[in-house]
């Protein structure tokens, strides 16, 4: 069965490292985001793609980024962890529904 | 900016019960719309969803209901069961100054009492 899986699952990382968050996909969607999830925002939009080097920023873009090199990934980077950045991160694809990801806990230190 | 906001926060409902969870878009051009769940430690789930086109759609124990005059969506469950107790999301699809993108709202938690 087509999937889309995310890792790793939890991640505790120090102020200031650089973080990359894996994003794998199955379905064979060109549409890929990445959201982050805080308690009161909800999901909130990062970066997304429509197609293999396609890349756009979201409404919270800042400190972050990703590349789009192949169908199946869009890996999330963090360029120098911020405490700002604790959240859960959560990968979708789609072709109309959103498909998600089980998510990432990233904790900053 | 553009947003879609869910009217109560929480919601508790006895087991067997009918549950009414509402959302307010405020996009008019959104012209499509999706309800999800999401349980605890778990990814978005789709429900169900609905075109600008359409004003009701029925799915298994479920059915969305779109009232675009108002740009109020709801999702009513029913004979809601325990494995109902989530919390629910809508989303919407329309233009932003970053492109068109889903809207999500803050959820609603859903709590079935046996």
């Known amino acids: 069965d087509a999937e889309i899986t995310q890792s790793p699952r939890h991640k505790i990382t120090e102020t200031g490292r650089q973080v990359t968050l894996a994003c794998h996909q199955t379905?064979?969607?060109?549409?890929m985001f990445w959201y982050r999830q805080d308690l009161g925002h909800g999901l909130r939009l990062i970066h997304y793609s429509y197609g293999v080097q396609d890349t756009n920023k979201g409404e919270v873009s800042d400190g972050y980024s990703v590349s789009r090199s192949n169908t199946e990934d869009l890996p999330l980077t963090l360029e120098s962890a911020a405490s700002s950045q604790t959240s859960v991160y959560f990968c979708?694809?789609?072709?109309?529904?959103?498909?998600f990801g089980p998510g990432t806990r990233l904790t900053v230190t | 900016g553009e947003s879609v906001g869910l009217h109560l926060p929480t919601l508790s409902v006895q087991e067997g019960d009918n549950s009414i969870i509402n959302c307010a878009y405020s996009n008019s051009a959104s012209d499509y719309f999706i309800w999800y769940k999401q349980e605890s430690g778990k990814g978005p789930q789709f429900i169900i969803d609905i075109r600008s086109n359409m004003d009701k759609r029925q799915g298994q124990r479920v059915t969305v209901l779109l009232n675009k005059t108002v740009k109020h969506l709801s999702l009513q469950i029913a004979a809601t069961q325990p494995g109902d107790s989530a919390v629910y999301f809508c989303?919407?699809?329309?233009?932003?100054?970053?492109?068109?993108?889903?809207?999500f709202g803050t959820g609603t938690s859903l709590t079935v009492i046996p």
């Open positions: 979708a694809s789609s072709e109309d529904r959103s498909t």
């Open positions: 989303a919407g699809w329309g233009l932003s100054n970053t492109g068109n993108q889903f809207y």
């Open positions: 379905w064979n969607h060109n549409n």
